[in-house]
């Protein structure tokens, strides 16, 4: 995969390392579409003479099955499973299995009271929030989150994030709610009840 497809699948994922499921249908056809549309963004972002003009539209479906069938690859060790919920009117849900030890390992010890010490293992981490997008950049708008069903503050889901964000690209990882670039020629992405646009 291309450096552009994986910054893309890096954005993908840090929404849902970060973002529960409604009942989605999943199969490898569906993966494979989603695949291939990717592909299509790709070689849309050298279109200079379309700016604007081009629209394509990723489903639920062929997000989560692209994540259980195709994603492993492009995943960090200890995330697995994520999964996502396109809400629309621009809010994402999303769901990811996330290994706290080895979160645990990299950092320091604090003086403060430190929600995470009370959490250790593998478990599910949940995110909601809004996707606000335009003009090439976007930014991701944390309303609510939960590390093994407990309520936790943005701060504490910062540290998940800025762990397993870290790239040879970027290792400082990701601010949660700072405006990112948005790869390959996209302008904004549309988030619609169950699906998404591109725009390019």
Do not use: C
């Amino acid at each position: 995969m291309s450096l552009p497809a994986r910054r893309l699948g890096v954005i993908v994922l840090v929404l849902a390392a970060v973002i529960p499921l409604h009942a989605a249908s999943v199969s490898r056809e569906s993966a494979d579409a989603f695949a291939m549309k990717v592909a299509l963004i790709q070689r849309q972002g050298d279109m200079t003479d379309r700016v604007g003009t081009l629209r394509t539209r990723l489903t639920e479906d062929e997000l989560n099955s692209w994540f259980m069938y195709q994603a492993q690859p492009l995943l960090p060790a200890g995330l697995a499973q994520p999964q996502i919920t396109i809400v629309g009117e621009g809010q994402l849900a999303a769901q990811a299995i996330v290994d706290l030890d080895a979160v645990a390992k990299q950092r320091a010890p604090s003086d403060t009271f430190d929600p995470l010490s009370l959490i250790s293992g593998t478990v599910p981490v949940t995110v909601t929030g809004m996707l606000h997008s335009s003009d090439g950049m976007a930014r991701f708008e944390v309303q609510h989150a939960e590390i093994a069903g407990i309520q936790v503050p943005v701060a504490v889901l910062q540290e998940l994030a800025l762990y397993y964000s870290r790239t040879p690209e970027r290792p400082q990882g990701v601010l949660l709610n700072d405006a990112f670039p948005l790869p390959i020629g996209i302008l904004q992405i549309e988030v619609g009840q169950g699906q998404a646009v591109v725009v390019q």
